[in-house]
């Protein structure tokens, strides 16, 4: 499978979750994955469904702009860097951010069954 | 697959040799970057990636190459954040994420990026950079 095209279908599926069902994610770590958010670094699946579970609000929408990889290593796995906006509320203004993925072959074996509805990363707002 | 020299619950040791030597090639890389472009070819390797604005080359040559034709001659890079872990993808590896600003010589507005680095171990016993990603935040 084309590495871009898995890349993207993972971006899009991380994002998607994020935002409609965000206690989903942690689905997608495991004890040995690693967050640093906003410079705080959580270690193993329940420390990052906690930090996950507690961001100051309920709802958001992602909007991705770019998505870049390449693979990173003789093992599998790739590198994944994102850049987008989130919105938080619909009266408040977006926040552009960035954000590098390590996902790793058992991640991808998550996504390889054939989806039932196709989403593709959505286009960014002028 | 698992483990292959991730440190176990409580990283703290391994979590502070990353951030001292993610720090310093940051340094290096920059003040190398603003002063002497050149020289940045040889922190690539053979099986080196470099992703600039979307574009990607493969290579230490073919990316030596793609950083001496970037469309300005002077620039100067300042540093916000640097984020460091260890890499998933071999033993020592460190992956880097970096946000600042760049100041290009006769512009009025500074330039936001964002750039992430895979930093692998060399036989030297420094690092070279295998993945390199860069992007502009626009807006």
């Known amino acids: ?126 | 697959m698992d483990g292959q020299g991730q440190p176990g619950s409580g990283s703290g040791g391994a979590g502070s040799d990353c951030d001292a030597v993610a720090r310093a090639f940051v340094e290096y890389y920059y003040n190398t970057f603003d002063a002497n472009r050149g020289a940045l070819a040889a922190l690539y390797g053979h099986t080196s990636m470099l992703s600039f604005e979307g574009h990607a080359v493969g290579g230490a040559e073919e990316i030596g190459r793609k950083l001496a034709q970037l469309p300005f001659d002077q620039g100067r890079h300042s540093i916000c954040t640097v984020d460091c872990q260890p890499s998933p993808s071999l033993p020592g590896s460190i992956l880097v994420f970096v946000s600042g600003n760049l100041q290009l010589a006769g512009e009025e507005h500074q330039l936001r990026f964002s750039q992430m680095f895979q930093l692998v171990p060399n036989e030297q016993g420094s690092f070279f950079v295998q993945n390199d990603i860069f992007r502009l935040n626009y807006g």
Do not use: W
């Open chain 1, 1 to 126: 499978m084309d590495p871009d095209a898995v890349a993207k279908a993972f971006v899009g599926h991380y994002y998607q979750t994020f935002d409609s069902n965000r206690a989903a994610l942690v689905g997608l770590y495991q004890d040995t994955s690693m967050l640093t958010f906003e410079g705080e670094k959580f270690q193993g699946t329940a420390a990052i469904a906690g930090k996950l579970g507690s961001l100051p609000f309920q709802h958001c929408e992602h909007q991705i702009v770019t998505v870049d990889c390449q693979p990173s290593g003789p093992q599998g796995g790739m590198l994944v860097f994102v850049s987008g906006s989130i919105r938080t509320g619909p009266e408040e203004h977006p926040i552009k951010f960035s954000q590098v993925c390590t996902p790793r072959p058992a991640s991808i074996r998550f996504l390889a069954a054939p989806p039932s509805r196709s989403r593709s990363p959505r286009r960014s707002q002028a």
